[in-house]
């Protein structure tokens, strides 16, 4: 029997590698990037922890290459589904029952094992698979990965620890117990870091899990289902998926068992799996858990105090970092008129400096959009906006996919501060800014606050306290995650939190106790030393 209280350490950030001309880390890198290219993998299901192949074939491309095969998939059909949930079902009773801390010990192997000896396989699956530049890859798939594992151990066990107060005579403690079922985790293509987070997380409570991931980032998280099975992760517990939505949702979330959702993806997809949860409700066992976390229309809102030079790069990194396919992504600007001479100039400075390519040339900061839907659509909103009389594109537009699926840095000016692309999120390396009159800051700060049906990130720029005040109040429903005087990107684990409410989720904060919190279900025990043996009380006698 377990007789010890253990003590998780308070974890600290994983630092993203320099990668320098030169360096170890660089050297190595780029050997692993072109080892994975020299062979295509076919990668299966993992049901049981066991490898299941179907025959229903699906494709990994280098998005930057789009004619390069890295990978065939095989795809679950609806047998393979059922299989995944039963494996999960089974798995249960041993998972929940097996310590606390030792469910957290294999998540806490994975961060070791992903610092070394995983990282670079990781990493160059990243780059490959989802065009990402070395810097982004490392901060998602190196870093973000294992601070989610080493975070979310941490507040496992300062949960365990927030117990009721007793009374003398009394012993009270709650139970913290894993949901009555499954947990259906879906994940997107852009972080696999996410990929990693949002099945592990349930997991590490006690829960099993069926994990659908995007079938453009199957690559990358193929290879961290293998990490999490070679840190001990017992069969059955995370079960991986891919598949057609349209496939594997609908079984899984009409079955009786199922427990809770754990999603990032599209808004339109959330609410159709909020839908078909409510439409279910009869038939489930309990009130399956839903979490997510969906779009974004990320602004910055400049005031006239605002430092240019800052804000100028934030607009730079926050609008074009990895094509601009991030949720927290800088997609609307508003800037007063006062200062926008010198932003217009300082941004296209930065702006034409930017090289878009391969990743595998590490002097690029763009690599190539996901795939040929999303170039696709992303180009879409770049010809409106050219062929529109309320907007002017002053810098980029150029698209080209004949060898990847690139598109430019694009900023588009426009005269409408509701024009299309200052409403829809457009999920690409698209900047729109609206310049306000400064005596119509009121006036702006009310379209910044009303414009969007999102909420998840935004930022200020202000060198004046008071409007920073201000400004922070007006938009408190803006944003779930605000940021002064810095980009709308990269929110730190442990550090920012991150979600966001309106269209952009259920705002349950990846990275917090909040989250973890959430694929538990406490019982509280009241135990009494000393309990009454007689129902009557004294005030009931008449003398």
């Known amino acids: 029997m377990p007789n010890a209280i253990c003590k998780v350490v308070k974890p600290k950030n994983e630092e993203v590698l320099s990668y320098l001309p030169g360096s170890k880390e660089r050297i190595s890198l780029k050997a692993k990037l072109k080892e994975m290219q020299k062979t295509s993998m076919e990668l299966p299901l993992i049901i049981d922890g066991k490898e299941v192949h179907t025959g229903k074939m699906g494709t990994c491309i280098i998005p930057h290459h789009k004619e390069h095969v890295l990978a065939t998939y095989h795809m679950a059909g609806e047998k393979e589904v059922e299989r995944a949930i039963q494996a999960a079902l089974k798995a249960k009773k ?14 806490l192997k994975a961060a070791e094992l992903i610092s070394q000896p995983w990282r670079d396989t990781l990493n160059a699956a990243t780059m490959l698979g989802q065009s990402k530049t070395v810097y982004e890859a490392d901060a998602d798939s190196a870093c973000e990965i294992q601070d989610f594992f080493r975070y979310n151990s941490y507040f496992v066990s300062q949960i365990l620890q927030e117990q009721p107060e007793c009374i003398p005579g009394i012993f009270n403690r709650i139970e913290y117990r894993p949901l ?52 001990g992760l017992p069969d059955g517990v995370i079960n991986f998926i891919p598949g057609p939505g349209n496939v594997v949702g609908p079984m899984v979330m009409s079955h009786k068992m ?25 038939n489930y066992i309990g009130y399956p858990r839903i979490v997510g976390e969906t779009g974004g229309k990320d602004f910055v809102f400049a005031h006239h105090s605002a430092d240019i030079d800052a804000l100028v790069t934030a607009l730079v990194f926050g609008g074009f970092s990895f094509q601009g396919q991030k949720c927290s992504a800088t997609s609307r ?109 009121e006036e702006a700060l009310d379209l910044c606050e009303q414009t969007s049906k ?90």
């Open 94 to 107: 041993e998972w929940e029952n097996t310590p606390w801390e030792h469910r957290i010990s294999v998540f």
């Open 180 to 231: 009555e079922g499954f947990v259906f985790a879906v994940t997107p293509f852009n972080f696999t870091a996410i990929g990693g987070n949002l099945p592990s997380t349930p997991a590490m409570v006690g829960n099993t899990v069926v994990w659908k991931p995007a079938s453009s980032a199957i690559y990358s998280n193929y290879f961290l289902m293998k990490v999490l099975q070679e840190a």
């Open 258 to 282: 199922l427990a809770g959702i754990h999603f990032t993806g599209s808004t339109e997809t959330f609410n159709h799996m909020w839908r078909t949860v409510a439409q279910n409700l009869g």
């Open 333 to 441: 600007v508003y800037i007063p008129h006062s200062i926008w001479p010198s932003v217009k100039n300082k941004l296209l400075d930065q702006v034409s400096t930017i090289k878009l390519g391969d990743v595998e040339d590490f002097t690029n900061f763009m690599g190539a959009v996901i795939d040929q839907n999303a170039f696709n659509s992303i180009k879409s909103y770049i010809d409106y906006a050219r062929t529109s009389d309320e907007a002017e594109i002053i810098f980029g537009g150029k698209c080209d996919d004949r060898v990847g699926f690139f598109i430019e840095p694009t900023v588009i000016v426009t005269t409408n501060p509701r024009f299309k692309t200052m409403e829809e999120e457009i999920f690409g390396p698209v900047v729109t800014i609206y310049v306000y009159k400064d005596q119509e800051l």
């Open 454 to 543: 999102y909420a998840l990130t935004g930022a200020i720029f202000s060198q004046d306290r008071k409007a920073i005040i201000d400004m922070e109040k007006r938009l408190s429903n803006a944003a779930g995650n605000l940021y002064i005087n810095d980009r709308t990107t990269g929110a730190f684990v442990g550090l920012q939190p991150f979600g966001g409410a309106r269209a952009s989720g259920t705002n349950e904060k990846v990275g917090s106790k909040q989250n973890v919190s959430r694929w538990m279900s406490p019982r509280t025990i009241k135990e009494t030393f000393n309990p009454s043996k007689k129902f009557s009380l004294d005030l009931m006698t008449e003398k």
